[in-house]
């Protein structure tokens, strides 16, 4: 089981940005999936999950600019960025609450590598 984060890039503040995390593997199961973000020197932080009925929470930092989506159908979450601003500048990770076949009645939290955002002032 793999996740596979794309999307990020150089962007000016005010700008948008789509990333995208698909999960890859072979999967029984998938409850939560999320967006956590690392700035340099920082801890890394929530900025928004998704549960496997579709509820949602964001970060305050992020509210009412970010939007998480999912594709069940792809296993895949979305992140649509907009409005963004310097300080949103980090390496985003996703991550996801998996049961893999090998072991259904567990699920466990994966992790992407990373995908910089830059957002330039």
């Known amino acids: 089981v793999q996740l596979q984060a794309s999307g990020g890039g150089l962007v000016q503040a005010g700008g948008s940005l789509r990333l995208s995390c698909a999960a890859s593997?072979?999967?029984?199961?998938?409850?939560?999936m999320g967006w956590y973000r690392q700035a340099p020197g920082k801890q890394r932080d929530l900025v928004a999950t998704?549960?496997?009925?579709?509820?949602?929470a964001y970060a305050d930092s992020v509210k009412d600019r970010f939007t998480i989506s999912r594709d069940y159908a792809r296993n895949t979450v979305y992140l649509q960025m907009n409005s963004l601003k310097p300080e949103d500048t980090a390496v985003y990770f996703c991550?996801?609450?998996?049961?893999?076949?090998?072991?259904?009645?567990?699920?466990?939290?994966?992790w992407g590598k990373g995908t910089q955002v830059t957002v330039s002032s």
């Open positions: 991550s996801a609450e998996i049961a893999p076949m090998s072991d259904v009645y567990h699920h466990v939290a994966y």
């Open positions: 593997g072979l999967i029984f199961s998938i409850n939560d």
């Open positions: 998704i549960t496997s009925s579709g509820n949602t």
